[in-house]
């Protein structure tokens, strides 16, 4: 027997151990009853002056010195766990700040560090090389949870999300789950409701996400209006197949049917559906805890629970020694202010607090597989959903928010006695963001969509990532923000730092069995100097380039011509950089050795091209600002 082979089952010993403990705590009645608290974790960005990740959580959290802080997946994130709070009177703007406080030591201790901290979804200027294994948090936990997750799939991760854009791609680690950033809200129920509760959130969760959708792109792709929920679920997807015959259940769910029984079921469910994936060393005796009069941390269930993914998930906890349990709202993300998340928080808890008599046994109402597809609608779509309600009724997001659903919230926040103040604020907050149509996610599209009609995908992520951050420091609603303005992304130091934000990514190639001829007229037809030569795995061979096909012109007839191919005629040692490859240097290089073009390439495919036409342009961009910032000195001193 292996070592892992072992601690697995102890670990499932010991989680079956945590099950037959919390059916007795169930039945003896021993869980918290007359009083309910929420909470909340926030997850963040770090990010570089230059508007990138950077890679400082460890220390941050040398510096911060504060243990509501910890550590997320990847270096350039961090989470911070606020303390519960009795859900009355001022517990909202308790929550809001809460994260004030806590988020401005963050930013503090960040800008001590030679960085910042960023409310958002997915970061518009995440890329690739930003998320290899390196950068995984230094913690023998996440490099488990990798090689598990690598292990049960047995394979590369695969994505594809199509949205106005489309990613394909394929990675070799669990990181790309870590471009996600959510802020997670809690609620705390008593366990003979769990089940009319955990339906209920289950159902209200397309329209609460579709009010508050902030991820809508990702590496320069416009895809879902909360990206993150599709990225999420193929980053931790651990099925080897998806056979036609079989129905495996992901580990990134939002579930597949009503939960009709009992919280104990909800428990014994993952337990059953879900392999163990990440068995630690244990050694609580829960049911022997329980003889002993004290209250087990079941330390093995909420350890596998964790591994679990549920967009709604029960989970057990203790405070002041007592037990509890609470749903965990794990679909929303985090940003664009501080505020907007108070106020998506006073949404969702109102609404699990205000349930009405009429959605109690909304089981009996409404078909699960519509309550999945409106989450995924509201994913894919934000207010521009439409909704399957109660008898099978379409409705708009707009609509249900706005009739039915702020109302509920509303009675709820009132029923826990929060101050009337508050909720005024906060949901007059989403009344008005809905209204407006206008989410995180509309103003990043919005404002990307003009940004690229004048500058490349790279230099639209560096600008929309400063102004969000500018506008998230000012703290007001999103659905009151600004235009945003190209002149935002600094100075071209910003913008063009790297290759990556000025190559050209679209691109024509050929293959060496192409005739000469071909790339001739492409030549023409396209107004281009150079075309790479790819094989048929898309490795770069070889280039093309005008000059040198107007010379074998001259010196062949037309019938030799005619017949030569690309891989006759290429260079093949060819000078290439990569997209990380500092801007000035890539020109350095072409200067040199009298290059009108330089070949990007990762791990020898090609992915961009950059040109002499692309140091004109960067030369534009410099003068430009230079005159500008001239001008702009000359008002000041007049």
Same mark, same amino acid.
């Given at each position: 027997?292996?070592?892992?082979?072992?601690?697995? +089952?102890?670990?499932?010993?010991?989680?079956?151990?945590?099950?037959?403990?919390?059916?007795?705590?169930?039945?003896?009645?021993?869980?918290?009853?007359?009083?309910?608290?929420?909470?909340?974790?926030?997850?963040?960005?770090?990010?570089?002056?230059?508007?990138?990740?950077?890679?400082?959580?460890?220390?941050?959290?040398?510096?911060?010195?504060?243990?509501?802080?910890?550590?997320?997946?990847?270096?350039?994130?961090?989470?911070?766990?606020?303390?519960?709070?009795?859900?009355?009177?001022?517990?909202?703007?308790?929550?809001?700040?809460?994260?004030?406080?806590?988020?401005?030591?963050?930013?503090?201790?960040?800008?001590?560090?030679?960085?910042?901290?960023?409310?958002?979804?997915?970061?518009?200027?995440?890329?690739?090389?930003?998320?290899?294994?390196?950068?995984?948090?230094?913690?023998?936990?996440? %490099?488990?949870?990798?090689?598990?997750?690598?292990?049960?799939?047995?394979?590369?991760?695969?994505?594809?999300?199509?949205?106005?854009?489309?990613?394909?791609?394929?990675?070799?680690?669990?990181?790309?789950?870590?471009?996600?950033?959510?802020?997670?809200?809690?609620?705390?129920?008593? @366990?003979?409701?769990?089940?009319?509760?955990?339906?209920?959130?289950?159902?209200?969760?397309?329209?609460?996400?579709?009010?508050?959708?902030?991820?809508?792109?990702?590496?320069?792709?416009?895809?879902?209006?909360?990206?993150?929920?599709?990225?999420? +679920?193929?980053?931790?997807?651990?099925?080897?197949?998806?056979?036609?015959?079989?129905?495996?259940?992901?580990?990134?769910?939002?579930?597949?049917?009503?939960?009709?029984?009992?919280?104990?079921?909800?428990?014994?469910?993952?337990?059953?559906?879900?392999?163990?994936?990440? @068995?630690?060393?244990?050694?609580?005796?829960? @049911?022997?805890?329980?003889?002993?009069?004290?209250?087990?941390?079941?330390?093995?269930?909420?350890?596998?629970?964790?591994? *679990?993914?549920?967009?709604?998930?029960?989970?057990?906890?203790?405070?002041?020694?007592?037990?509890?349990?609470?749903?965990?709202?794990?679909?929303?993300?985090?940003?664009?202010?501080?505020?907007?998340?108070?106020?998506?928080?006073?949404?969702?808890?109102?609404?699990?607090?205000?349930?009405?008599?009429?959605?109690?046994?909304?089981?009996?109402?409404?078909?699960?597989?519509? *309550?999945?597809?409106?989450?995924?609608?509201?994913?894919?779509?934000?207010?521009?959903?439409?909704?399957?309600?109660?008898?099978?009724?379409?409705?708009?997001?707009?609509?249900?928010?706005?009739?039915?659903?702020?109302?509920?919230?509303?009675?709820?926040?009132?029923?826990?006695?929060?101050?009337?103040?508050?909720?005024?604020?906060?949901?007059?907050?989403?009344?008005?963001?809905?209204?407006?149509?206008?989410?995180?996610?509309?103003?990043?599209?919005?404002?990307?969509?003009?940004?690229?009609?004048? *500058?490349?995908?790279?230099?639209?992520?560096?600008?929309?990532?400063?102004?969000?951050?500018?506008?998230?420091?000012?703290?007001?609603? *999103?659905?009151?923000?600004?235009?945003?303005?190209?002149?935002?992304?600094?100075?071209?130091?910003?913008?063009?730092?790297?290759?990556?934000?000025?190559?050209?990514?679209?691109?024509?190639?050929?293959?060496?069995?192409?005739?000469?001829?071909?790339?001739?007229?492409?030549?023409?037809?396209?107004?281009?100097?150079?075309?790479?030569?790819?094989?048929?795995?898309?490795?770069?061979?070889?280039?093309?380039?005008?000059? +040198?096909?107007?010379?074998?012109?001259?010196?062949?007839?037309?019938?030799?011509? %005619?017949?030569?191919?690309?891989?006759?005629?290429?260079?093949?040692?060819?000078?290439?950089?990569?997209?990380?490859?500092?801007?000035?240097?890539?020109?350095?290089?072409?200067?040199?050795?009298?290059?009108?073009?330089?070949?990007?390439?990762?791990?020898?495919?090609?992915?961009?091209?950059?040109?002499?036409?692309?140091?004109?342009?960067?030369?534009?961009?410099?003068?430009?600002?230079?005159?500008?910032?001239?001008?702009?000195?000359?008002?000041?001193?007049?």
């Amino acid at each position: 027997m292996t070592e892992e082979t072992r601690l697995k +089952q102890q670990f499932t010993d010991h989680l079956l151990k945590d099950l037959d403990a919390l059916e007795e705590m169930l039945d003896k009645d021993l869980f918290e009853k007359n009083v309910t608290r929420i909470g909340a974790e926030q997850e963040f960005c770090l990010i570089k002056y230059s508007l990138r990740p950077a890679m400082k959580a460890m220390d941050m959290l040398e510096h911060l010195n504060d243990d509501h802080f910890t550590t997320e997946l990847a270096r350039f994130n961090l989470e911070l766990n606020l303390d519960p709070l009795e859900f009355q009177k001022d517990a909202l703007s308790q929550l809001e700040n809460n994260l004030v406080s806590k988020l401005t030591k963050a930013n503090k201790t960040a800008h001590s560090l030679g960085a910042k901290i960023i409310l958002t979804g997915i970061l518009p200027t995440i890329s690739k090389r930003d998320i290899e294994l390196e950068n995984i948090s230094p913690k023998e936990r996440y %490099k488990r949870l990798n090689d598990a997750i690598l292990a049960a799939r047995a394979s590369d991760f695969k994505f594809h999300i199509s949205g106005i854009d489309e990613l394909i791609d394929s990675h070799d680690n669990v990181l790309f789950e870590s471009c996600n950033t959510s802020f997670q809200i809690h609620y705390q129920l008593v @366990p003979e409701h769990a089940p009319m509760l955990y339906n209920w959130a289950h159902a209200v969760s397309a329209p609460v996400l579709a009010a508050a959708t902030n991820s809508p792109l990702f590496m320069g792709k416009r895809l879902w209006k909360e990206t993150r929920i599709a990225l999420f +679920q193929q980053s931790a997807d651990t099925r080897k197949s998806l056979s036609p015959y079989r129905e495996e259940q992901e580990r990134v769910t939002f579930g597949k049917e009503w939960e009709k029984e009992s919280a104990l079921h909800i428990f014994q469910d993952i337990v059953s559906r879900h392999s163990v994936l990440l @068995p630690i060393e244990t050694t609580e005796d829960a @049911p022997e805890v329980l003889k002993n009069g004290e209250i087990p941390a079941l330390k093995a269930l909420n350890t596998h629970n964790g591994t *679990v993914y549920k967009w709604n998930r029960l989970c057990y906890g203790i405070t002041d020694g007592v037990p509890h349990l609470r749903i965990e709202n794990r679909y929303l993300p985090s940003g664009p202010t501080i505020v907007d998340e108070a106020a998506n928080a006073a949404f969702w808890t109102g609404l699990m607090h205000g349930i009405p008599d009429r959605y109690r046994n909304i089981h009996q109402k409404m078909h699960f597989a519509d *309550v999945r597809n409106n989450f995924f609608s509201a994913a894919k779509l934000g207010l521009q959903s439409q909704f399957t309600w109660l008898d099978d009724h379409l409705v708009t997001a707009q609509d249900l928010i706005l009739d039915e659903m702020i109302p509920i919230a509303e009675n709820g926040l009132q029923k826990a006695e929060i101050n009337e103040q508050d909720i005024e604020k906060y949901l007059g907050i989403i009344k008005d963001r809905v209204k407006k149509g206008k989410t995180g996610s509309h103003w990043m599209m919005d404002s990307y969509n003009q940004l690229i009609k004048n *500058v490349s995908p790279e230099e639209a992520s560096v600008t929309l990532t400063e102004g969000i951050y500018r506008r998230q420091k000012n703290g007001n609603p *999103v659905h009151t923000w600004s235009e945003l303005r190209r002149e935002e992304g600094g100075g071209w130091r910003n913008r063009f730092r790297y290759v990556k934000q000025l190559m050209s990514k679209d691109l024509i190639t050929l293959q060496e069995d192409d005739l000469v001829a071909l790339a001739k007229n492409i030549m023409l037809w396209s107004d281009i100097h150079h075309i790479p030569v790819e094989d048929e795995n898309g490795k770069l061979i070889g280039m093309l380039n005008a000059d +040198q096909i107007l010379k074998i012109a001259g010196t062949k007839s037309n019938e030799e011509f %005619k017949t030569l191919t690309a891989g006759e005629v290429m260079n093949t040692n060819i000078r290439h950089v990569s997209p990380d490859t500092r801007t000035r240097e890539a020109f350095s290089i072409m200067d040199r050795n009298e290059l009108g073009c330089l070949p990007v390439v990762t791990d020898s495919k090609l992915v961009g091209i950059i040109t002499l036409n692309d140091y004109v342009k960067l030369m534009g961009y410099f003068f430009r600002e230079i005159s500008e910032n001239h001008d702009s000195k000359q008002k000041t001193d007049s």
